[in-house]
């Protein structure tokens, strides 16, 4: 009864301890390799199978061509990005670094042919004019007088206009301002701006 309470416990995972029978020279090779991590030999073990079942590996054979297969895989992901990186770089070459390279080329050629500094020529002040005080624009004193004559109606107009504005204050809302004015004197207004 207890052999099967230990055997329940062993198969559970619960605490029960089964021995395996190895070399001695692989027991010593497990044990300083397991000291690395300061975990006991159990805890250890059970961390490289999970490694092993987790990332479908199998020691031997077939387990090292799957990491060989994947670091392949991500190295010719890898290549295959930089080679889009070298593509983008020579076209900004052929597009943008060129041209301006060669025109700068031939700027300097050019330059060179020349063979001495292009002469800047001395910038002309312009003589002060004196004949500020001489009327030039001039309008006829009869316009003159007509263009008054209309600004004084059109102040007298708008002075009206102003004194016949008056503040309301409703009871509800924002105060406003109200214009009392006819109806026809209101048309003939717009008829004067237009």
Do not use: W
Not at 4 to 17: E, H, I, L, V
Not at 92 to 97: A, G, H, L, P, Y
Not at 134 to 154: A, G, I, S, W
């Amino acid at each position: 009864m207890e052999k099967q309470k230990n055997n329940d416990r062993a198969n559970k995972g619960t605490g029960g301890y089964s021995n395996i029978t190895i070399r001695k020279e692989t027991a010593t090779r497990f044990r300083t390799y397991s000291k690395k991590f300061s975990k006991s030999h159990s805890e250890v073990l059970d961390g490289m199978v999970h490694y092993f079942k987790e990332n479908n590996l199998e020691p031997f054979g077939e387990g090292t061509k799957i990491i060989v297969d994947s670091i392949k895989k991500l190295e010719r992901q890898m290549m295959k990005k930089i080679d889009r990186l070298i593509a983008i770089i020579k076209n900004m070459e052929k597009t943008s670094i060129r041209p301006t390279y060669e025109m700068i080329l031939i700027l300097y050629e050019a330059y060179v042919k020349i063979g001495r500094k292009a002469r800047r020529e001395p910038v002309k002040i312009q003589e002060e004019r004196k004949d500020f005080l001489e009327p030039r624009n001039t309008v006829p004193k009869t316009e003159h007088d007509r263009m008054l004559q209309e600004f004084k109606e059109y102040k007298k107009r708008c002075t009206e206009i102003i004194d016949n504005v008056e503040k309301v204050e409703p009871m509800m809302g924002k105060p406003y301002l109200k214009i009392n004015m006819g109806i026809g004197d209101f048309e003939s207004l717009k008829y004067q701006l237009r």
